[in-house]
């Protein structure tokens, strides 16, 4: 078992650029979420899906676009990319109480 | 209302030092979720709690969930270098499953 993959590790962005973070999971979990980690802030949730087809927006999804075509992949679009987008990206995966399986995160840096 | 407060937000100690981290609450909890995130890597699942008053040990780590569920805490007797990361208290929002997580408490190990 892999668990959550991530790809890619690092990335510089320019301003006004757009790209997509893949995230996939091999454990059939259901659930699978989008968190950004600032220095000091803790994780904040993007944007989350409950299954395929089905996504919804969490605490800080301006700027951010997901969509879940099949049950493992769980992609993330940056549109317009901003200096304030420059932050650590980690998705997760779960079953629906239980605990999340964090993927080994995206480091991105907008110049 | 979601949030979930951890203190401190630095602790620094002697190796051989014990250490606790706090979580609270100003709702009660229906469960309080606890990770590990080593520096530059990702989030670890370490223990769920459910139960008022639960007490759970994992070796050297000992959690705690209130009487009222409104709070939570690790303690890790006689720390070692291999403790040193950012502890992260997680909550479920009512009726979801996405956990809100707490700003961590950055634990350094002085060897």
């Known amino acids: 078992n892999a668990g959550v993959t991530q790809t890619p590790k690092f990335r510089i962005l320019k301003i006004g650029q757009s790209m997509t973070l893949q995230c996939t999971q091999d454990m059939n979990h259901n659930y699978m979420y989008w968190y950004r980690q600032d220095p000091g802030m803790g994780l904040k949730l993007i944007y989350y899906?409950?299954?395929?087809?089905?996504?919804d927006k969490g605490e800080v999804p301006n700027g951010y676009n997901v969509s879940r075509s099949t049950t493992e992949d769980f992609p993330l679009r940056l549109e317009l990319a901003a200096p304030s987008q420059t932050s650590v990206y980690f998705c997760?995966?779960?079953?629906?109480?239980?605990?999340?399986?964090f993927g080994s995160g995206t480091r991105l840096t907008i110049v | 209302g979601q949030q979930v407060m951890q203190i401190p937000q630095y602790q620094h100690v002697q190796e051989g030092e014990d250490f606790t981290t706090y979580c609270n609450s100003s709702t009660t909890l229906s469960n309080i979720q606890w990770y590990k995130q080593r520096p530059g890597g990702h989030p670890v699942f370490l223990i769920q709690?459910?139960?008022?008053?639960e007490v759970k040990k994992q070796k050297r780590l000992t959690f705690q969930f209130g009487e009222a569920k409104k709070n939570s805490s690790l303690h890790i007797t006689a720390t070692q270098t291999t403790d040193v990361g950012t502890y992260f208290c997680?909550?479920?929002?009512?009726?979801?499953?996405?956990?809100?997580f707490g700003k961590g408490t950055k634990l350094s190990v002085i060897p």
């Open positions: 899906s409950v299954g395929a087809g089905i996504t």
């Open positions: 997760a995966s779960s079953y629906p109480t239980e605990s999340y399986t």
């Open positions: 997680a909550r479920s929002g009512a009726g979801s499953y996405q956990l809100t």
């Open positions: 709690l459910v139960k008022s008053g």
